[in-house]
Each structure stands twice: as structure tokens, then as C-alpha cells.
């Protein structure tokens, strides 16, 4: 649905307890929302660290020296580095690619301002979906305080 067809609710109509669901609802898409941020926020550092280790891994000054090769996380080999010129890149869904030192680092940039403009605008979201919780909070707290301190003065706010 596109922003212009939804449809917008009073608030003020709403039950506390329709409220309190909505509040539910908005928490839950702000926690999903702020994990995905921090995924993308993850990932983006992991293409810097990719770009790092080109520059600094693949350098001509180690091309003789012995270096460890990680075949899992925690499992390393000794090796010695083959080709400064290029590196094994991976571009994702176990699809690997031979590039040029200059190509793999490029790739990387390009996938760290990707990941850029996809953050700027899950963070719009975030902020907009935490702004709509603050409003239904403030609601909700004046329909509790209104309900507690009785009926009558409770629709004068």
C-alpha cells in the first residue's frame, strides 16, 4: 500500500488496551528494525575489513613469508602467499570469483556504499516507526492516568 492509501486511526478512539496491542506491534517492528540495522552495520564492516586485508595481506612485502590460512573459523593452515595480483573474492550465495587486487577492492566499495544508502534509509524507518511508539506511548499513558483518576474528566485531554 503506498503512504498515501493508508488509512490513519485516532488514537484518542482507540481502548487502552487496543493501544497497549499497537504499542506491542510498533515494539516488536522497532526491535526488528534496529537488528536489521545493526546486521547491515556488521556486514558493512566486514566488506572494510575485506578491503583492509587486501591492502595489507596481499602486499608484495609478505608474498615469501609463511601465513596462516583459515579453512573455518577457527581451523588454520600453513601457507605461503601464491599471487599478490589477485585474490579469490566472494560474491556471495557461495559464488566465488577470481579479481585483480584493484577489482576486488572496488567490488567491496561498491558493496560498502550500497550498504550505505540501504542504512540511511532503514534508519528513516526506524526513526519514523520509534516517532509513531512515542506517540502512542504519550496516548496511551493519558488514557491510563485519565482512567485512573476517573471517568468523567477522561475525554477533556
Known sequence: MAASERSQVDLAQLSAQQL????????????????????????????????VSIKNGVANSVKDKPLLVPLTSSLYVPGTLADSDN???????????EKSTDDAEKFYTS???????????????????????????????????????GK??????
Open 20 to 51: 497497549s496491542q499497537v504499542k506491542k506491534q510498533l515494539d516488536d517492528e522497532v526491535q526488528h528494525l534496529t537488528g536489521s540495522y545493526q546486521n547491515l552495520r556488521g556486514a558493512q564492516q566486514k566488506f572494510r575489513d575485506c578491503i
Open 87 to 97: 585474490v579469490i573474492v566472494d560474491i556471495g550465495t557461495g559464488f566465488y570469483v
Open 111 to 149: 558493496k560498502i556504499e550500497e550498504l550505505g544508502k540501504n542504512i540511511k534509509d532503514l534508519e528513516n524507518i526506524v526513526n519514523g516507526k520509534a516517532n509513531n511508539l512515542r506517540v502512542v506511548e504519550e496516548v496511551l499513558r493519558q488514557k491510563v492516568l485519565a482512567d485512573q483518576t
Open 152 to 157: 468523567p474528566g477522561a475525554s477533556s485531554s
